[in-house]
């Protein structure tokens, strides 16, 4: 027989998460109780991964319970946050105990190094979704927006970009997978499966930089979101793009064409005033994460794509960004 939702609950969720002396009462009652920083602003978000939309079908548990966390926490890291509580929702096809039980350890894993408590949420029945809440808080006025970046800012990316969706791809036979690459397409795969959100550099961007964003849709989706926010244009210079060695491997020169196109690596996309630009680098260091500037913003508005040769004209739409493949 079955096991029950309440069981379910008890022996998979009630413990996937880091204890805070903050969660007054957490899972098993109608909702959770938390005790609220009195100095701190709340930041809240929320997101959904969906079979066939977000991941592939038959995708491990593991990594949907990290992902699923991950996605948020990026969210939180773009605001400068400090991450505290989750709500959970799961929508099952089936109560299927070892599926749970991986996804609780791949949310776990990550919950408890980012200090996240998992404080209640919903089991139920149907199509598989996944849908996370978290709340967070930063000090009062230090939270990171999309909207205080100024013409002179210089661009930054954290990490590499476009591998995530490259292992997206591969993982799906689009294209078919290269023969003698194993670790270099492990890697990637690797990128989409389990993203690393950028918490600590979220917050030492605090008073550092002007504006910040996420990059779930792509660079060249979201720049014009944080320089339209901003009321300013952005030249983007292509060869500063950061690219890893397995993307470059995989997708020779049209590399840099991936990562402009690529969504899902969760990076950060942050303006930092001239003023400030040479902290970047001591930060790179001191967190021991690549931090690469590959642009500026500008007076107006629209994005200028920066060649070897001068300004450049690139349509997402009808590029096929593996079509060159080695």
């Known amino acids: 027989m079955p096991a029950s939702e309440p069981e379910l609950i008890e022996r998979y969720l009630l ?3 880091a204890e805070r002396a903050d969660v007054i009462l957490g899972i098993g009652d109608d909702a959770a109780l938390l005790r ?13 991964l969906i079979e066939g939309a977000h991941f592939l079908p038959g995708a491990a548990a593991h990594s949907l319970g990290h992902r699923a966390l991950a996605v948020n926490l990026s969210d939180l890291a773009a605001m400068g946050a400090e991450p505290a509580w989750a709500l ?14 991986e996804f609780a350890a791949g949310f776990g894993a990550l919950a408890r190094t980012e200090g996240v408590a998992l404080v209640g949420g919903n089991l139920s029945r149907g199509p598989l979704s996944i849908t996370v809440q978290l709340t967070g808080f930063a000090p009062p006025g230090m939270a990171l927006r999309r909207s205080g970046g100024r013409p002179g800012d210089w661009l930054f990316v954290s990490g590499t970009l476009g591998d995530a969706r490259a292992g997206r791809l ?7 997978v290269p023969a003698g690459q ?5 890697a990637l795969q690797q990128r989409f499966e389990y993203p690393t959100p950028r918490i600590a550099l979220g917050r030492a961007l ?10 779930s849709d792509g660079l060249l989706a979201d720049l014009p979101r944080l320089a339209g926010a901003s009321g300013c244009a952005a030249q983007l210079r292509i060869v500063d793009l950061p690219l890893s060695a397995p993307l470059r491997a995989l997708c020779g020169a049209q590399a840099w064409q991936q990562a ?26 001191q967190l021991k994460v690549p931090l690469s500037a590959c642009g500026r913003l500008q007076p107006g508005s629209g994005i200028e794509l920066l060649g070897e040769a001068g300004v450049m004209q690139f349509s997402a739409s009808s590029f096929d960004h593996f079509a060159a493949l080695p």
């Not at 194993?182 to 492990?186: D, G, N, R, V, W």
């Not at 008073?207 to 990059?215: H, K, N, Q, Y």
């Open 88 to 101: 959970a929702s799961l929508v099952l096809p089936q109560a299927d105990e070892n599926w749970l039980r």
């Open 36 to 48: 609220a920083p009195a100095d701190q602003e709340l930041i809240v978000t929320t997101d959904a």
């Open 260 to 285: 402009l196109q690529g969504g899902e690596d969760y990076e950060l996309l942050f303006s930092v005033p001239e003023t400030h630009a040479a902290a970047i680098a001591a930060l790179a260091v």
């Open 182 to 186: 194993p670790a270099q397409l492990q």
């Open 15 to 17: 413990r996937a998460g």
């Open 206 to 215: 605090r008073g550092v930089a002007s504006a910040c964003m996420d990059l």
């Open 170 to 176: 591969l993982a799906s036979g689009e294209p078919p």
